[in-house]
């Protein structure tokens, strides 16, 4: 075990050695040049219980010159020996699954049923990209010119830097540097100050899986040198790709900072999205699947669902019903097993959502139940909330809560509903629920998102690609070749073949 703090770990693993929280670097536990380090907190009572080296901008060579050196020998690697590593890579996670699990609900405060659930979502991309890294195919095809041979070649296009959140950070890992080592890239990570833990655990593992030093390296840093180390990863001559996850706001600096030099950039933004209930969806079954959407992870989920629109026949039913069922949600720390929602995972996050209701407040909105911040163990726990009467001028509507609000809208028609659904700058995803065929087209091909859940709340998956339009990014992560062409570059070859004499 490599953990060096003052603190009292409040749990224990069954294999203690997954636990490590210095930085990784050319395959060494690292700390910052500087010796700071910074507290990683559990959102479930407040309390920090492990700290991790505040890295900076001077770090930042090291990293990538180590990740640079080994791109240059990991190229050559074999698909099939590459594909090899992911899938004990993969072995190796899933039979840690208890323990990584555990972390899981110390950093981010999701109960751990979910952190199971994210387990198992999250290895699917190990498993799929461990495939997709055989079948990395060039072309060959007929020019117009006679003697002419056209083909293209796929390479790996060097190191990528991820930035990461803490809402998924074992998905979001597995989702990019999946890609990236299947495609023959190597990858620096800068994980989110509050979830370091899980993605050093995850380098560990790799190492053990036998991919050589630096090709999976981890920066860890605080809230404060969050942007002037990421800056300086994204600047790095070295680095040609930059995949992020998080807001909009940041995703632009992102894309600003990359296209100085013209890098490669996937973005993968804020949500903001809509549901639709039609009078003629089956009740329960749109109730189940937008529950478990809306309730996933405290509402801390990019694709959950923000408004929720219920035609006026079954209005009133559909809301009585989804009171009914919040007022069975156990709210609590993630290891408890009777919690079925944690806290959010940072006091920000309760700020934010007592602002947005107040906001509805002031401008009429009704809450049905919650709207206060739950003083419970000194954690960042908030009541599960159902507000109705929402208008498209409240902030509740416009922006995401990323807090476990339940905002509910009426409306009359179809068209009225696809256009309120698009009325936001945001394009991620949108769910639509109902029985007619015909509508289910059409909603599908006029919804403005990325990703449409058609009688589902549940459409992540690592053959699905994942990625949004409009304000909500652009690339595309998971699915077949899509993923994997973002940490690729086509070379195109021309040939003039002779003709024998
Ligand atoms: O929060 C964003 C990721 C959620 C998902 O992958 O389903």
Not at 246 to 264: E, H, M, P, Q, Y
Not at 417 to 442: E, P, Q
Not at 459 to 484: L, N, T
Request: some cysteine; glycine content about 8%; charged content about 25%.
């Amino acid at each position: 075990m490599a953990t060096e703090t003052k603190h009292q770990l409040p749990f224990k693993l069954n294999n203690p050695d997954l636990l490590h929280s210095l930085s990784f670097v050319n395959g060494k536990w690292t700390k910052a040049k500087s010796g700071k380090t910074f507290d990683v907190v559990d959102p479930g009572t407040g309390k920090p219980w492990i700290a991790c080296p505040t890295n900076d901008a001077s770090d930042v060579d090291e990293a990538v010159n180590s990740s640079h050196a080994c791109f240059e020998s990991y190229k050559k690697i074999s698909p099939r020996k590459r594909a090899q590593m992911l899938y004990k890579w993969d072995a190796l996670i899933k039979e840690n699954k208890e323990d990584i699990a555990t972390i899981l609900v110390y950093e981010t405060g999701k109960p751990r049923s979910e952190a199971y659930g994210e387990i198992d979502y999250s290895t699917g991309f190990t498993w799929w990209f461990a495939g997709e890294a055989e079948r990395i195919q060039g072309s060959v095809f007929t020019p117009a010119l006679p003697n002419r041979r056209v083909f293209t070649i796929k390479q790996p296009l060097g190191v990528a830097v991820a930035l990461v959140p803490w809402n998924f950070p074992i998905a979001m890992i597995l989702r990019k540097a999946g890609a990236a080592l299947a495609a023959g890239c190597t990858m620096v990570i800068k994980p989110s100050p509050e979830t370091p833990i899980t993605v050093l655990t995850l380098a560990y593992l790799a190492q053990k899986a036998g991919f050589s030093d630096g090709a999976l390296n981890v920066l860890t840093t605080d809230l404060e040198k969050t942007p002037e180390l990421s800056e300086a990863l994204c600047r790095h001559p070295l680095v040609n790709k930059v995949t992020f996850t998080g807001s909009t706001r940041i995703g632009k600096l992102v894309a600003k900072i990359c296209a100085d030099n013209l890098k490669k950039v996937t973005l993968e933004l804020g949500g903001n999205c809509p549901v639709l209930i039609f009078d003629d969806a089956n009740l329960e079954q749109a109730l189940g699947q937008i529950f478990a959407l809306k309730y996933r992870h405290a509402g801390q989920a990019c694709i959950t669902a923000n408004r929720i629109y219920v035609q006026s026949g079954i209005f009133d039913k559909f809301v009585e019903r989804w009171h009914a069922e919040t007022q069975k949600i156990v709210v609590g720390h993630g290891s408890d097993e009777k919690t079925t929602m944690g806290p959010v995972t940072t006091p920000r996050g309760i700020e934010k959502a007592l602002a947005l209701i107040e906001d509805a407040k002031k401008k009429g909105a009704k809450i049905l139940t919650g709207g206060k911040k739950m003083e419970k163990d000194g954690g960042y726990f908030f009541e599960p909330t159902i507000i109705t009467g929402v208008t498209p001028d409240m902030d509740v509507c416009c922006e995401e809560a990323f807090a476990p609000i339940s905002t509910f809208i009426m409306f009359e028609t179809e068209d009225e509903a696809i256009k309120a659904a698009n009325d936001t700058s945001m394009g991620l995803a949108s769910y639509c629920f109902t029985k007619n065929v015909d509508r289910t087209w059409r909603l599908f091909e006029k919804l403005e998102a990325g990703m449409i859940g058609l009688n589902t709340g549940n459409a992540s998956a690592a053959e699905s690609p994942f990625g949004g339009i409009k304000q909500s990014g652009y690339g595309k992560e998971s699915g077949k070749d899509v993923a994997v062409d973002e940490y690729l570059i086509t070379k195109t070859g021309t040939f003039t073949l002779e003709e024998q004499s």
